[in-house]
């Protein structure tokens, strides 16, 4: 089978996504097909085992695979990570919270350490250091998702990952930073029941918060965070919105003050902050 009759056969086979076109050229780029050997080499004979292959990754899209976990890439804040089913795939809205810690890190003229908590992929960790060319710390609670974020870091930054495995604070400590950061699970399970077959494909213990508001998780990350930020320290944390109003009155009650709010790329609130003074 030439490439270019692959391709087609990949197309009808996605016909009912969105951008079939597009959605066959990722595949073809995956298996290392280049964009350029998609047009200039339509005629080139595709091994068995490649058309095979691609056969099968189109029909797992078709089924509602992400596109991501089928590359095991995603980009990220100019940064291509590893991703697969072990973790969240890492979500342009995300790149906001990641803008506004490296903004405040900057403005602050802070010095101190910086935590990533509820890591996953690693991403938001991977992206501040990256700009910064400073370390940042990072924890999740999952074996598999720590890997993976220690992978994304040390591959992409060329530093020796600063990571711990544990629930939230736990492996941490008398550790203080002078900027946490954290996109912890808050979708409440009546939320999750209408996300999209595709984020049902994402590990559901990084998604649901199994509290009625979505707040259990949060409300940890707040009460403990006092214990672990420097003074005048900046708490990040990117939820619902919601969540936002609840969320704020959380960090009142426990000290904070600046409090400000960030909005996603479609307009909705999606990350707050606040200073804690001690």
Same mark, same amino acid.
């Given at each position: 089978?030439?490439?270019?009759?692959?391709?087609?056969?990949?197309?009808?086979?996605?016909?009912?996504?969105?951008?079939?076109?597009?959605?066959?050229?990722?595949?073809?780029?995956?298996?290392?097909?280049?964009?350029?050997?998609?047009?200039?080499?339509?005629?080139?004979?595709?091994?068995?085992?490649?058309?095979?292959?691609?056969?099968?990754?189109?029909?797992?899209?078709?089924?509602?695979?992400?596109?991501?976990?089928?590359?095991?890439?995603?980009?990220?804040?100019?940064?291509?990570?590893?991703?697969?089913?072990?973790?969240?795939?890492?979500?342009?809205?995300?790149?906001?919270?990641?803008?506004?810690? %490296?903004?405040?890190?900057?403005?602050? *003229?802070?010095?101190?350490?910086?935590?990533?908590?509820?890591?996953?992929?690693?991403?938001?960790?991977?992206?501040?250091?990256?700009?910064?060319?400073?370390?940042?710390?990072?924890?999740?609670?999952?074996?598999?998702?720590?890997?993976?974020?220690?992978?994304?870091?040390? *591959?992409?930054?060329?530093?020796?990952?600063?990571?711990?495995?544990?629930?939230?604070?736990?492996?941490?400590?008398?550790?203080?930073?002078?900027? %946490?950061?954290?996109?912890?699970?808050?979708?409440?399970?009546?939320?999750?029941?209408?996300?999209?077959?595709?984020?049902?494909?994402?590990?559901?213990?990084?998604?649901? *918060?199994?509290?009625?508001?979505?707040?259990?998780?949060?409300?940890? %990350?707040?009460?403990?965070?006092?214990?672990?930020?420097?003074?005048?320290?900046?708490?990040?944390?990117?939820?619902?919105?919601?969540?936002?109003?609840?969320?704020?009155?959380?960090?009142?009650?426990?000290?904070?003050?600046?409090?400000?709010?960030?909005?996603?790329?479609?307009?909705?609130?999606?990350? %707050?902050?606040?200073?804690?003074?001690?």
């Amino acid at each position: 089978m030439t490439l270019f009759e692959l391709k087609r056969e990949i197309v009808k086979l996605l016909s009912s996504l969105e951008d079939p076109y597009l959605e066959a050229r990722v595949l073809l780029n995956s298996l290392g097909f280049s964009s350029l050997d998609q047009i200039t080499k339509k005629e080139l004979d595709v091994p068995e085992d490649k058309v095979g292959l691609a056969l099968k990754k189109a029909q797992e899209r078709r089924d509602g695979r992400p596109m991501a976990y089928i590359t095991n890439e995603k980009e990220f804040y100019g940064l291509s990570f590893y991703v697969d089913e072990n973790v969240l795939i890492p979500r342009p809205d995300t790149e906001i919270i990641v803008e506004k810690a %490296i903004t405040l890190y900057k403005e602050k *003229n802070y010095k101190g350490n910086i935590l990533d908590l509820c890591t996953g992929s690693g991403a938001i960790a991977t992206a501040i250091s990256y700009t910064l060319n400073k370390d940042v710390f990072f924890s999740d609670i999952s074996p598999s998702a720590l890997d993976i974020a220690i992978r994304n870091y040390e *591959n992409l930054t060329k530093k020796k990952a600063n990571a711990r495995l544990g629930d939230l604070f736990e492996p941490w400590d008398d550790a203080k930073f002078s900027l %946490i950061a954290t996109n912890p699970p808050y979708l409440t399970p009546s939320w999750y029941e209408s996300v999209s077959k595709e984020v049902k494909k994402e590990p559901v213990n990084a998604l649901i *918060n199994c509290g009625d508001d979505g707040l259990d998780i949060i409300k940890k %990350i707040i009460s403990s965070s006092v214990n672990h930020l420097e003074k005048n320290g900046t708490l990040l944390i990117e939820c619902d919105y919601r969540q936002i109003k609840d969320v704020s009155l959380l960090l009142r009650e426990s000290g904070f003050s600046s409090i400000g709010v960030e909005k996603d790329l479609g307009g909705r609130d999606r990350v %707050i902050y606040g200073e804690y003074k001690d």
